[in-house]
């Protein structure tokens, strides 16, 4: 009986000990979600927002939990803003975080509009419908980011419209005893498009993360046109560029049927030596001309910039118009593709 005892008690003093035993298992952190905005090479034709003083975009999260095909709103059906913070860009409101389960993943939608907003978001569709683009509009969509399930979302860029300038100047101001001025008014670009459709396509790349450019249709436009005009306002031309219509937004749009129209009074000026004696004489004309001479089209991402050049002693006018093929932010170094 007494061997018994001494037996049992050590196995009732295991037991014990063995049921206070706790294991605890080092709790996964949590990784919040942030953006890399950058740039792709010049040839890509993309830009980073901030280079344009946007410091702002926004963006709807598609999240497929543990890998279903259904999916459920990351963000919000209505989506989330990202700004710029540092060095990297975060959700506005507050932060969000990555899907702990490694086979859950999420498909980022990006875009910008200054003034416009896409009628559909979707994974495998982004558009604008019936839109109406203002001389200070900007429009940027970003390649869709698909299956990120952590790390930083690459978020490059593209522009969706177009840029145009014009500008004129003299072949020369002065020839021997000879010197000219010309004045320019009522300076108009009619037949352009101004509202219009732009539709963007994706697709599932499959089992990998990726950011994957979209299937780009080109902008329809509507039947209706606009008249891009200065009129009312007059110019002094010499021999530098004078700025007639600064850098401004339009729609991609052909060049067929635009029509620039402006007039001009050629002022010369001869001098026989003695200032008092000098005479003068005015030549008045009005010109047509069509855009569609030597550029066919405003492409998106495109800056485009006509040179009026007017030779005073001939009245002979050139009409030079420039491309730059990546959207141009220094007007006054800009890097023109002859």
């Known amino acids: 009986m007494n061997v018994w005892k001494n037996i049992a008690v050590p196995g009732i003093i295991l037991v014990a000990l063995w049921g206070c035993t706790k294991v ?15 740039s792709y090479a010049a040839q890509t034709k993309s830009v980073s927002l901030d280079t344009y003083g946007i410091t702002e975009f926004q963006s709807r999260g598609f999240l497929h939990a543990h890998g279903v095909v259904e999916t459920q709103e990351f963000f919000g059906i209505s989506g989330e803003t990202i700004r710029k913070q540092s060095t990297l860009w975060a959700p506005a409101s507050h932060p969000y975080y990555w899907p702990k ?6 498909n980022f939608v990006s875009w910008y509009g200054k003034h416009v907003v896409p009628t559909t978001v979707s994974e495998t569709s982004l558009v604008w419908d019936n839109c109406t683009i203002e001389p200070d509009e900007d429009i940027l969509f970003a390649d869709e980011a698909w299956r990120y399930n952590s790390n930083n979302v690459t978020t490059l860029f593209h522009h969706a419209l177009a840029q145009v300038k014009f500008q004129a100047r003299l072949s020369k101001a002065a020839e021997g005893k000879a010197s000219w001025s010309v004045t320019l008014s009522n300076f108009r670009v009619s037949n352009v498009h101004k509202t219009g459709t732009l539709r963007l396509q994706n697709s599932d790349p499959g089992t990998a993360r990726a950011t994957k450019p979209w299937t780009v249709a080109p902008w329809t436009t509507t039947a209706a046109t606009d008249t891009l005009s200065r009129e009312g306002k007059t110019f002094t031309l010499g021999a530098s560029n004078q700025i007639l219509m600064d850098s401004r937004t339009v729609l991609p749009q052909g060049t067929y049927g635009m029509v620039l129209t402006f007039d001009y009074t050629i002022h010369t000026h001869y001098d026989s030596g003695n200032p008092l004696s000098s005479t003068a004489e005015n030549a008045h004309a009005s010109i047509d001309m069509y855009l569609d001479f030597g550029l066919h089209s405003w492409g998106m991402n495109e800056s485009v910039t006509y040179t009026i050049v007017i030779n005073p002693d001939t009245n002979i006018i050139v009409f030079e ?10 007007q006054n170094n800009p890097m023109y593709i002859e």
């Open 24 to 38: 605890e298992l080092a709790p996964v952190p949590e990784k919040e979600v942030s953006f890399t905005v950058g």
């Open 321 to 330: 118009p420039t491309l730059t093929e990546a959207w141009n932010t220094d």
């Open 101 to 106: 389960s490694e086979v859950s993943y999420v």
